[in-house]
T-cell receptor, first 114, second 115 residues
Framework: GDSVTQMEGPVTLSEEAFLTINCTYT??????LFWYVQYPGEGLQLLLK?????DKGSNKGFEATYRKETTSFHLEKGSVQVSDSAVYFC?????????????FGAGTRLFVKA | GAVVSQHPSWVICKSGTSVKIECRSL??????MFWYRQFPKQSLMLMAT?????????EQGVEKDKFLINHASLTLSTLTVTSAHPEDSSFYIC???????????FGPGTRLTVT
């Protein structure tokens, strides 16, 4: 079945450092890919998404490119801030299986130090 | 933007009692809603897909008689945890899929503690 694998955390960075969180997926069809963020004590928020190969999703300085050849959707940010400290979830939604249900990766906790 | 609300945001109940959690789409209609469970510091596990006017579809390993789902209208789905036990303590999150745009929006979650 469909699955998402993302790098284990926690990831600890200093402010203004470069961030990469790796994500790879397995799907039978052509899924849409997402990154969600969960700040401490809050619910899930959609950070960015891409719906087809080579699409780049971007938001708040974060970006990720849908790479079909490597089945990857790595999250990057050029310069992180303390306020970016949160848990980041990679996810996919495959219209060919399960009626658009979203499958999540395990989550990667990010700590950014001042 | 689209908003999904959950009520209550947190609840404490005694072992053996039942608890109902509501999920509402506030400014859009949702034919389909999803219920997830999140353990501390872990990912979201899909429990079931709730379809308006029909029976929910449960994921493998989820007891449908324990987690009763009712999707009676295009804006409301409820999850009832029956005969709750301490191991049911968790963070329950719903999401609603906009019937027109197919975008999926998440609720803020409900923290259930069973004592």
């Amino acid at each position: 079945g469909d699955s998402v694998t993302q790098m284990e955390g926690p990831v600890t960075l200093s402010e203004e450092a470069f961030l990469t969180i790796n994500c790879t997926y397995t799907a039978t069809g052509y899924p849409s890919l997402f990154w969600y963020v969960q700040y401490p004590g809050e619910g899930l928020q959609l950070l960015l998404k891409a719906t087809k190969a080579d699409d780049k999703g971007s938001n708040k300085g974060f970006e990720a490119t849908y790479r079909k050849e490597t089945t990857s959707f790595h999250l990057e940010k050029g310069s992180v801030q303390v306020s970016d400290s949160a848990v980041y979830f990679c996810a996919l939604s495959d219209p060919n299986t399960g009626g658009f249900k979203t499958i999540f990766g395990a989550g990667t906790r990010l700590f950014v130090k001042a | 933007g689209a908003v999904v609300s959950q009520h209550p945001s947190w609840v404490i109940c005694k072992s053996g009692t039942s608890v109902k959690i509501e999920c509402r789409s506030l400014d859009f209609q949702a034919t389909t809603m999803f219920w997830y469970r999140q353990f501390p510091k872990q990912s979201l596990m899909l429990m079931a897909t709730s379809n308006e006017g029909s029976k929910a579809t449960y994921e493998q390993g989820v007891e449908k008689d324990k987690f009763l789902i009712n999707h009676a209208s295009l804006t409301l789905s409820t999850l009832t945890v029956t005969s709750a036990h301490p191991e049911d303590s968790s963070f329950y999150i719903c999401s609603a899929r906009d019937s027109v745009t197919y975008e999926q929006y998440f609720g803020p979650g409900t923290r259930l503690t069973v004592t």
